[in-house]
């Protein structure tokens, strides 16, 4: 039986995974390694943003970018460019974040999930690669803290953002679609996804073809689940009274189990968005034939060998090769 989606929930994810298995941030030679290391002793003046200080592209942080995409059966943009999203922020001291627009490395591309009926395609709109900022740091809670502190070691680590279609139709879909990729980045072995802030999610949410939220920095899967919940039992509540949903970033009190508002959404335009003029465009023909040479077996591709050469019912096979660890145990 067709799943009814009653309420018309429309759920979209934007994923940004830190590439930590890299030695090295996206444009600089400091390590990723800051993982319980003092605040700001793997600096340089390139990820401090000072004057003059000119980024190199890590050439390895596009290999696994390209490698996540290939995974994600995007398409890979021949030609890449990196560009500069312009915000102030105290994490972020150039006063822009080197990010992707026109042109991110990968696009259009699927996952298949098991949706509330059975398989469910779930559209991946874009992937892109992007610096990550510094880390703010709250003593206590942001509200309650008398100061805020600064911690750079997170400036510059590579990240990929991996934005999806509204294709998700409740909260268990979302958080198998966030299992799914888990296992898909574990197999692909470009992010230590344990690491704390190495996975965080944004969620669109929608309901009954109303105005959308963005719920910003979900920052585990668990999470996931419970923000989406939450905001859809509170959009419902507002249409049923009759009012209208404001269209809005809202934040994700771990806590206290809720979402807040935080501002009215940006648009694009707010950004002034334009080529970074520090960094060459990228040509990666030659790159994507050699990383889809060395791209390892992945979870689905592992379940069918699992089904056809041994002769493991789906279910069992599912459960070997949803952990990685499991998975090569078998073989
Ligand atoms: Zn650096």
């Not at 930590?20 to 290391?37: E, M, Q, S, V």
């Not at 992007?130 to 750079?152: A, F, M, N």
């Not at 935080?262 to 003029?277: G, M």
């Not at 960094?279 to 790159?287: E, F, H, Q």
């Amino acid at each position: 039986m067709a799943y009814e989606n009653r309420d018309r929930v429309k759920i979209g994810l934007e994923i940004h995974v830190q590439l930590n298995r890299l030695k090295t941030k996206i444009f600089c030679g400091c390590t990723t390694n800051y993982h319980g290391d003092p605040p700001n002793t793997h600096v340089c003046p390139v990820c401090l943003g000072l004057p003059g200080a000119l980024p190199v592209v890590n050439r390895r942080a596009v290999e696994y970018a390209i490698r996540v995409g290939l995974a994600l059966n995007c398409g890979i943009n021949e030609h890449t460019q990196f560009y500069r999203k312009n915000y102030y922020y105290p994490d972020l001291p150039r006063g822009f974040q080197i990010t992707q627009y026109d042109y991110p490395i990968a696009q259009q591309g699927h996952v298949t999930i098991e949706g509330e009926d059975g398989e469910h395609m779930v559209r991946i709109n874009r992937a892109h690669m992007e610096e990550d900022p510094g880390r703010l740091v709250h003593e206590g809670t942001i509200d309650r803290s008398k100061y805020t502190l600064v911690d750079y070691n997170r400036s510059g680590i590579p990240l990929l953002e991996i934005v999806t279609e509204p294709d998700l139709r409740s909260p268990k879909e979302a958080r198998r679609f966030l299992d799914k990729l888990r296992n898909i980045l574990e197999y692909l072995g470009v992010s230590d996804l344990d690491l704390e802030g190495s996975v965080r999610v944004d969620a669109n949410v929608s309901i009954m073809d109303g105005n959308r939220t963005e719920v910003k920095n979900i920052s585990s899967y668990k999470g996931a689940e419970k923000a989406l919940l939450y905001e859809i039992v509170r959009q419902k509540n507002l249409i049923r009274r009759g009012k209208t949903v404001t269209q809005e970033t809202r934040h994700f009190d771990e806590a206290r189990e809720i979402t807040v508002s935080i501002r009215t959404k940006e648009e694009a335009h707010d950004y002034r968005y334009f080529p970074e003029p520090d960094l060459v465009p990228l040509r990666v023909r030659d790159w994507v034939a050699k990383v889809k040479e060395e791209l390892p077996e992945l979870p689905d591709a592992r379940k069918e060998r699992f089904m056809t050469e041994y002769g493991v019912k789906a279910e069992h096979a599912k459960t070997l090769t949803g952990q990685l660890k499991l998975a090569q145990k078998k073989q």
